[in-house]
C-alpha cells in the first residue's frame, strides 16, 4: 500500500535509497517537494543504478513513487534490465550525453516538473544537460543537481584551486545567481540570457544544488535597462558602468586561469635568462618557423636566424618573418599597458602546425590536444585590425534563416590525392558532399586548394566546388554557424560567429587556441560529432524557433568579454608575466 505520510527520510530508508545515509539529501528535498506531494507532477531521475534487476538499483524510483502517489516517475540510466519498468515507475536505458535523447525524452512526457540530475557527475554531461533539460522544464518547476563534490575532483573534470572556472558544475551554476539580479546590474547594453529571465531561485546545500523555474522579471526600483533611474544615481552609489566592471573582474579571472593552463605544464621550471637565449637561439637554427624575441621594459627585439636573413639578402621576403612582425607588435602593445617585473626572452613557432619542444617553452597560436607548448592568441585575431576589418553581424536571431552554413577551402589534408576524393577522407569535401541539395545547411567551398594534381582540382570543380566567392557577410543571415578544422584548427571562424548573433556550430576538434578551455559545449557554443547531429539541430530549431537562442546569446557574452582587443592585450601581457616567474632572478 501506497503512504501518503511517511516523511521522505523514512522512505529512504525502507527503500534503501542512497539519498539518506549516503547523502542526506531526503530531508533537504522533503522541504522543497512537500507542496507537490499530492499533485499529478512528472519527475525525472536521471542515473538510477542499473546493475541489479529491481534491487537498489531503482531505488530511490521507488521512493519517489511512493512519496508521490500520483506522479509518473521517469529514470534514466545507461544499463538497464527488463522489468524495471512497472507502476508508474517508467525506467528508460540511455545516456544522458545524448542532448537528441533528452529532448525526445520530454517531448513524449509532455514536460517534467521535477528534474534531478544523479549521473555520470562529469562536469561537461552536468552543464550540458542542464543547458538541454532546464530550457524543457515546466514553469515552477525545480532542478537538482546531486554529488557536487565531483566539482572538486579532477578525475571527473573538477578543479579544486581555480574556483573561478565555469566549467565546473559548482562554477557554472554560480553564474546563475548573478543571473537572479540582473534588473539590478549597472551594465548598460546588457542583455540577459534564457537563464537570467528564467532562473528564479537557486539553493546550495552541502553537494545539492536546486534550481527553480520561473519568470524573473520583477522590475528594479533604482535601475532600469540597467542604468540608474533618474534620479536614482545617488542611491546606485557609484559611477555609470560599475556592473560591467564587475563584468570585467570576471573577465579578467578567467583570462587569468587561460594563462594559467597554458604554462601549467613548465610549472616546475627554472631558467636563467642567458641559458634561455642560448637554447631558443639553438632551435631556431634549425627551424625556420622559431623565431626568438627579447623583451626589456618596453622593447621588444626580434632576432633573426642566419637562414632568415639570407632569404631576405636573397629578395625573398618569408612568410614566417610577416607572422613574427605580428607577434612583436603584439608584445610592443601588451608590455606597454602591462610592465614585465624583469628582462625575459621567448620564442614563438608561427607555423600552422607547431610541434612540441621539450626542452624549452616554445609558445605558438595553436596546438593538437596533448602537447605542452604553451599559447598565445591566434595569428588572425593577433592582428588587432581584425577586430575592426570583419563586419559585426547585426541582424537579430529571429530574423535569421534556419539553417547551418560553412563556408571554405577544401584544406585539411597536406595533399589531396584522388584515392582521397575515392575514398571520401577529405573531412571538408566530405561533408560538402553529404549536405549537397540540403534544404537545412549550405555548405559551400568555394576555394580549392592543396590538390595533387589539376586533375584532382579539375574533378573538385566537376562536383561544382571553387565556383563561387562569399564574403563574411553573407553568412550573417544563418542561424547557424558551422567551424571545421582545415590544415590546423579553425580559428577566425568561431570567433566571428560567438560575436555575432548566431550559434557557433563545432566539429569535434583534435586541436585548442589559447581559451578553448573557456568555451562550455551546449552553454557558448553546439558540438558536432558526425554530419548528421547538424540536421538533427536544425530541425528541432524548425520545429521549436527559439530553442538555441540561449546558446547564441551565451557565446556572444563570451565574446564580448574575451575576443576584444583589451582582452587579447591582458591574455598576452598575463602569460608573459607569468612567464617572466619561469626566469630565476
Known amino acids: ?82 522489468g524495471m519498468s512497472q507502476g508508474r515507475i517508467v525506467a528508460l536505458e540511455g545516456r544522458q550525453s545524448d542532448a537528441e535523447l533528452l529532448r525526445k525524452l520530454s517531448a513524449d512526457a509532455g514536460g517534467f516538473d521535477i528534474i534531478i540530475d544523479n549521473g555520470t557527475h562529469l562536469m561537461s554531461d552536468v552543464i550540458a544537460t542542464f543547458q538541454v533539460m532546464f530550457p524543457l522544464l515546466n514553469d515552477a518547476g525545480l532542478y537538482a543537481v546531486e554529488c557536487l563534490q565531483t566539482s572538486y575532483w579532477p578525475r571527473y573534470g573538477g578543479n579544486s584551486i581555480d574556483l573561478c572556472r565555469t566549467d565546473t558544475s559548482v562554477g557554472f551554476l554560480k553564474t546563475l545567481v548573478d543571473g537572479l539580479n540582473f534588473e ?33 522579471s520583477r522590475p528594479s526600483i533604482v535601475v532600469l535597462n540597467n542604468e540608474p533611474r533618474p534620479g536614482c544615481e545617488d542611491i546606485a552609489n557609484g559611477p555609470l558602468g560599475q556592473g560591467a566592471k564587475d563584468q570585467r573582474l570576471r573577465s579578467d579571472a578567467l583570462i587569468a586561469s587561460f594563462c594559467r593552463t597554458q604554462l601549467q605544464p613548465w610549472a616546475d621550471h627554472r631558467f636563467s635568462f642567458e641559458e634561455m637565449v642560448t637554447q631558443l637561439d639553438a632551435l631556431s637554427v634549425d627551424h625556420l618557423n622559431i623565431f626568438v624575441f627579447e623583451i626589456n621594459g618596453n622593447a621588444v627585439s626580434l632576432h633573426r636566424s ?53 626542452l624549452a617553452p616554445v609558445f605558438s597560436f595553436q596546438k593538437s590536444i596533448g602537447q605542452v607548448n604553451p599559447l598565445l592568441p591566434d595569428m588572425e585575431i593577433v592582428d588587432l585590425s581584425f577586430l575592426e576589418a570583419v563586419p559585426r553581424d547585426s541582424s537579430p536571431y529571429a530574423s535569421k534563416r534556419t539553417m547551418a ?168 601581457g598575463r602569460i608573459l608575466e607569468m612567464y617572466s616567474d619561469l626566469f630565476r632572478d
Open 184 to 216: 539590478e546590474r549597472l551594465a548598460p547594453g546588457y542583455s540577459p540570457s534564457y537563464f537570467d529571465k528564467n532562473v528564479t531561485g537557486a539553493h546550495f546545500y552541502h553537494n545539492l544544488a536546486l534550481i527553480e523555474k520561473g519568470s524573473n
Open 306 to 358: 642566419a637562414a632568415i636573413q639570407a632569404l631576405l639578402d636573397a629578395g625573398h621576403q618569408p612568410e614566417s618573418l610577416r607572422r613574427a612582425e605580428i607577434y612583436r607588435r603584439l608584445f610592443e602593445s601588451a608590455v606597454r599597458l602591462h610592465p614585465l617585473p624583469k628582462p625575459i626572452a621567448l620564442a614563438v613557432d608561427v607555423g600552422d602546425k607547431a610541434p612540441d619542444q621539450m
Open 405 to 572: 552554413v560553412f563556408v571554405g577551402s577544401t584544406s585539411g589534408k597536406d595533399v589531396i590525392t584522388m584515392e582521397d576524393l575515392d575514398s571520401n577522407t577529405v573531412p571538408r569535401v566530405r561533408a560538402a558532399r553529404f549536405f549537397r541539395n540540403s534544404d537545412l545547411v549550405d555548405f559551400k567551398l568555394p576555394n580549392i586548394v592543396q590538390c595533387a594534381s589539376e586533375e584532382v582540382a579539375q574533378r573538385l570543380r566537376d562536383e561544382g566546388f571553387g565556383t563561387e566567392r562569399v564574403q563574411w557577410l553573407d553568412t550573417f543571415p544563418y542561424k547557424f554557424q558551422l567551424s571545421m578544422d582545415g590544415n590546423g584548427a579553425a580559428c577566425s571562424r568561431p570567433a566571428i560567429a560567438l560575436r555575432g548573433n548566431s550559434v557557433l556550430m563545432s566539429y569535434a576538434s583534435d586541436y585548442v587556441l589559447y581559451y578553448s578551455s573557456g568555451l562550455i559545449p551546449w552553454l557558448h557554443y553546439i558540438p558536432i560529432n558526425a554530419d548528421s547531429d547538424v540536421l538533427t539541430i536544425v530541425k528541432q530549431e524548425k520545429a521549436r524557433p527559439g530553442t538555441f537562442l540561449t546558446v547564441a546569446e551565451a557565446g556572444r557574452a563570451f565574446a564580448e568579454n574575451i575576443l576584444t582587443r583589451e582582452s587579447i592585450l591582458l591574455y598576452t
Open 1 to 82: 500500500m501506497v503512504s501518503t505520510s511517511k516523511r521522505l527520510v523514512d522512505l529512504a530508508i525502507q527503500h534503501k535509497s542512497d539519498k539518506w545515509n549516503n547523502h542526506w539529501f531526503a530531508a533537504i528535498y522533503d522541504d522543497y517537494f512537500q507542496a507537490r506531494r499530492h499533485q499529478p507532477i512528472k519527475l525525472l531521475e536521471i542515473g538510477i543504478g542499473g546493475r541489479d534487476e529491481l534491487g537498489d538499483a531503482c531505488a530511490s524510483l521507488r521512493m519517489w513513487e511512493e512519496y508521490f502517489p500520483a506522479a509518473m516517475i521517469y529514470g534514466l540510466d545507461s544499463g538497464l534490465h527488463a
